[in-house]
């Protein structure tokens, strides 16, 4: 028998978190909790909860937020990152797009700090893409990018290739090409995936740029199939 709703009447900032976890902890399925994280490679331990589910009970507690200052709304988030169920890192996530008319630098400087906590691609990508992406895009700023092509931490690689990821036509197509000029020889799976994906993206508006890229640089493998994925 499924499981009715917890009570998610309005929590005070106080006691957010507590009302969250309550309705979490209220849906948990430790044999779902298993599968997830055999997904993710046992990288993190899961509450068992669908992402159906989860949505549907942090939704009422993201709403709250709408009225907060956004030093609250990070706050809460980094509480919701310490959590240990993965579970916690995407409703964080989900909050703090949420709030996105509220991000500031403050914001930003905690969305940079995520990407190398608790790294896998199940958040980096979605840090990466919408939370920096979006914030960068605002003063189309590139500098801790440029710095971030030549760190030694690939989630900070990866996030330098895909942050332009929803940029379309406002792509910086030179800052993109250099940047995957720059990491083609880094052989990590997701580097070279993320090389892939980010030309495959940027393909659907300049497919003729990226072909010409590709033939250029003598991109192979992973990279190659995934930036002509749809030549």
């Known amino acids: 028998m499924a499981k009715k709703a917890v009570n998610t009447k309005p929590y005070p900032a106080t006691e957010w978190l507590d009302g969250l976890t309550e309705a979490m902890q209220f849906h948990a399925d430790p044999e779902r909790a298993v599968q997830m994280a055999l997904y ?7 509450a068992g909860i ?3 589910i989860r ?3 942090s939704r009422p507690f993201i709403k709250e937020t709408k009225t907060w200052e956004i030093d609250a709304v990070l706050k809460q988030a980094r509480a919701l990152w310490k959590k240990p169920e993965r579970e916690y890192q995407y409703i964080a996530m989900e909050l703090l797009y949420a709030c996105r008319k509220k991000w500031n630098h403050k914001s930003l400087d905690f969305f940079l700090g995520l990407v190398t906590e608790k790294s896998w691609w199940d958040t980096v990508d979605f840090i ?13 700023e590139w500098a801790i990018m ?3 092509v030549h760190a030694e931490n690939i ?12 940029y379309k036509k406002e792509t910086d ?18 580097i070279q995936k993320a090389i892939g994906w980010a030309l495959r993206q940027y393909h659907r508006v300049e497919p003729e740029a990226v072909e010409q890229f590709v033939e250029e640089i003598g991109l ?11 030549a």
């Open 55 to 57: 949505k549907a009970l």
């Open 146 to 148: 440029e710095q971030w």
């Open 220 to 230: 192979t493998g992973l990279a190659r199939r995934e930036a002509l994925k749809h």
């Open 50 to 52: 669908s992402q159906p």
């Open 173 to 190: 197509q030179e800052f993109l090409f250099n940047t995957i000029r720059t990491l083609q020889p880094r052989k990590e799976f997701f």
């Open 128 to 140: 990466a893409s919408r939370l920096i992406g979006e914030s960068l895009m605002r003063d189309r």
């Open 155 to 166: 989630w900070q690689n990866r996030t330098a290739l895909l942050f332009q990821l929803n």
């Open 40 to 46: 993710m490679k046992n990288k993190f331990p899961f």
